[in-house]
């Protein structure tokens, strides 16, 4: 079976640029979470959906938004994007999320803002 | 402030067992969660839970406010990032918590 996929996996920005990026759930996962990992430090938290909802935010501006499709594959954008930004976003699946469950993650997006 | 904490670098021989340590300031924590992540690859994970759990190589000990992940018979494959995770509060958020990670060396 396939496990979280994630596009593109590398991607240039120059400032002020508005990216998106994709992640598609093991199947049968109905929660995606989103994780921004910057150089030299862990994942930080940034949201999970579940059944198209929001279900949890992490301390990221209102710049990151997401959604969730019916199939349950889940879009990040970033607007008017930052050289901090920067950074690998990594999304992760789980069946029904929480934080107590099992998140299985993608190989990332690395993101580069010029 | 909700933080996990973990030292930055772990050095060992092969064949050895090391040992990461992790501890957390994170309230009302449940779950510690240990994953593994070579650069370019999903992070993955070992082992997880609320008391001392074992996954093939991997062991995880538990207490409340830390844990410790023993990998036995270390091989050089095993050189790699380990992130300790927690789980705060209720864990209806789907938060996790991560620390920094820590990269472990294996001396042949």
């Known amino acids: 079976d396939a496990g979280v996929t994630q596009s593109p996996t590398h991607l240039i920005k120059t400032r002020g640029q508005q990216v998106t990026l994709r992640c598609s759930p093991i199947?049968?996962?109905?929660?995606v979470s989103w994780y921004q990992q910057v150089l030299g430090q862990g994942p930080q938290f940034i949201f999970q959906?579940?059944?198209?909802?929001?279900?949890g935010r992490g301390n990221f501006p209102d710049r990151f938004s997401a959604r969730q499709f019916p199939n349950y594959s889940s879009e990040l954008n970033v607007n008017a994007l930052l050289l901090g930004d920067s950074a690998l976003y990594l999304c992760?699946?789980?069946?029904?999320?929480?934080?107590?469950?099992?998140?299985?993650f993608g190989p990332g997006t690395r993101l580069l803002v010029l | 402030k909700d933080q996990v904490f973990q030292p930055s670098t772990v050095a060992s021989s092969e064949g050895a067992v090391v040992e990461i340590f992790c501890n957390h300031s994170?309230?009302?924590?449940?779950?510690f969660f240990w994953y593994l992540h070579f650069p370019g690859c999903a992070p993955r994970l070992l082992v997880k839970?609320?008391?001392?759990?074992q996954q093939g190589r991997y062991n995880m000990t538990y207490e409340r406010f830390s844990s410790s992940l023993l990998i036995l018979q270390v091989r050089e494959a095993d050189a790699a990032v380990y992130y300790c995770?927690?789980?705060?509060?209720?864990?209806?958020?789907?938060?996790?918590?991560f620390g920094q990670g820590t990269t472990l060396q294996v001396k042949p």
């Open positions: 992760a699946s789980s069946l029904i999320g929480g934080g107590r469950e099992t998140q299985y």
């Open positions: 199947s049968g996962h109905k929660s």
């Open positions: 959906y579940y059944e198209k909802e929001e279900r």
């Open positions: 994170v309230s009302n924590a449940y779950n």
């Open positions: 839970g609320s008391k001392p759990s």
């Open positions: 995770a927690h789980c705060p509060g209720s864990g209806n958020t789907g938060k996790l918590i």
